[in-house]
């Protein structure tokens, strides 16, 4: 159990995170986030080799394409140009893999999400969401490069993100 200290410092964000996924084909995950997962396309932009070998991010430059969720949150995804970038292993199950092993969406309706994905032959790693907690069910899936993605339905959202409820 982790104890609360008192907080001396915080990031002062100005939006929701981001978070960012690499990957060797653009368009076919396009395709799965914006119409599979109905995420919408806001962006899309190119930058030069010059520019991302001054940011540390590739010798060759990049695409990167900027979607976003119902909710606000943005999944963004690069590809670098020229050199693809070196594939993960796709696991067998999902905390085998070290790091940042999975994106979550917190959802309604993951029985009907669940039947929308396996239409779309999405892979999934259980045929049906798992009641994980009482009332609290997940379900995971990995998108066409094979980054796990969680969705989870919870009974009242209001006791797990008071902060979110008014």
Same mark, same amino acid.
């Given at each position: %159990?982790?104890?609360? #200290? ?6 002062? %964000? ?14 076919? %995950? ?12 806001? #962006?899309? #932009? ?54 940042? #092993? ?65």
């Amino acid at each position: %159990m982790v104890k609360k #200290a008192a907080q001396s410092w915080s990031l002062k %964000m100005t939006t929701p995170l981001e978070s960012g996924i690499v990957c060797n084909d653009i368009e076919q %995950m396009l395709k799965f986030y914006v119409d599979v997962l109905g995420l919408r396309l806001v #962006a899309d #932009a190119s930058t030069t080799p010059e520019l991302s070998r001054r940011l540390g991010s590739t010798p060759h430059g990049y695409r990167i394409v900027r979607l976003q969720t119902p909710y606000g949150e943005r999944i963004k995804l690069v590809q670098p140009a020229k050199q693809p970038p070196k594939p993960n292993p796709v696991p067998e199950w999902l905390y085998e893999r070290h790091g940042i #092993a999975y994106l979550t969406f917190v959802i309604d309706g993951i029985k009907r999400v669940a039947k929308h994905l396996k239409e779309h032959g999405v892979k999934l790693t259980s045929d049906e969401p798992i009641e994980v907690r009482n009332g609290v069910f997940a379900l995971y899936a990995t998108d066409p490069e094979g980054n796990f993605i969680e969705f989870v339905e919870y009974p009242d959202i209001a006791s797990y993100r008071p902060d979110l409820v008014k």
